[in-house]
């Protein structure tokens, strides 16, 4: 009885998330075999509204996407696609596009909550992001001996991929840096886009992880992912009341984090760029349950494994 009631509610609801297998969302089995055909079939892709346990808020899927909660995000970011098990921490969903599952070339959003506080967006038409792109650009470089002694690789920042913009109707900021791994000029440049949607007690973070040639279909993306993300009553953005706690830093302030910077309190623009990944800095991020991201870059895909060949048979 208490399986047949708690499926009727589950039908009455319309924006429930619905949970589909890998044959019903892509119209066959996966064409790889052996574990990760396991792994692949072990996935709930889900469609409708999914709550993200832990924020104040919740997605719907667009049409053309489809989600995978927070365990099956873990799996497909450690076991999938390598990253180390520290960055499935705080991870609470994945976004992908629907024609593509998750081990093919397609991008996936990785999707977290940071419960900092009510960012302001006054800075939103006096940031100079030239400038500071060229800071973050040095720091970057700077930080780059402490990567290698590490073990991983140089990461040059070449530049901004599309340059941050801010939408204050929907207080929802994105841009995306183009990124070098390695020390090779030749070597496929890497796509790190990242959107913040603003609410009143912190900020819901969608990390992409893509290649270059991915851009266009992440930008296209972005409308219809912020559209859907809904804050609870009295948790958005435009509910920010005087006595509410207040983030250190305004929108420039996540541009630099998300790129592996540690604000401090009340610092400008200049002062968070002069701190930046400075002498002494790396201990900090490396005393961090994400000091990988930094290290390596945040999220990584490695290069999917090929189905077999007809040789191989």
Do not use: C
């Amino acid at each position: 009885m208490r399986r047949i009631a708690a499926l009727i509610v589950a039908f009455s609801l319309p924006n429930l998330a619905i949970a589909a297998s890998y044959e019903q969302t892509f119209g066959h089995k996966p064409e790889l075999q052996g574990d990760v055909a396991t792994l692949l079939e072990s996935l709930d892709y889900k469609q409708g509204a999914l709550p993200l346990v832990g924020a104040p808020a919740s997605l719907t899927a667009p049409d053309g996407f489809y989600y995978l909660d927070a365990r099956d995000s873990a799996k497909v970011l450690i076991d999938l696609w390598g990253n180390p098990p520290a960055s499935a921490e705080g991870v609470m969903a994945m976004i992908f596009p629907k024609e593509k599952p998750p081990e093919s070339e397609s991008w996936g959003g990785v999707i977290s909550y940071s419960d900092e506080g009510y960012v302001s967006d006054v800075d939103a038409q006096t940031t100079d992001y030239t400038a500071l792109l060229t800071d973050l650009q040095q720091q970057t470089s700077e930080a780059n001996p402490e990567r290698v002694k590490a073990g991983y690789e140089p990461i040059t920042l070449v530049g901004w991929a599309s340059a941050p913009h801010y939408d204050p109707a929907t207080h929802a900021l994105h841009w995306a840096r183009e990124l070098q791994f390695g020390a090779d000029p030749a070597s496929p440049h890497t796509l790190n886009y990242q959107l913040r949607v603003l609410g009143r007690e912190g900020v819901l973070n969608v990390n992409f992880v893509a290649g270059m040639p991915q851009l266009a279909s992440v930008q296209s993306a972005i409308p219809a992912v912020i559209n859907q993300v809904k804050y609870d009553a009295d948790r958005d953005y435009a509910s920010h009341r005087d006595g509410d706690r207040v983030a250190a830093y305004g929108l420039a302030g996540l541009i630099a984090t998300a790129a592996g910077a540690k604000v401090a309190a009340k610092a400008g623009i200049l002062a968070m760029a002069a701190i930046f990944l400075k002498k002494g800095f790396v201990f900090i991020l490396m005393a961090l349950a994400a000091a990988w991201r930094w290290l390596s870059g945040f999220f990584r895909k490695k290069k999917s494994p090929a189905p077999p060949s007809d040789d191989s048979m």
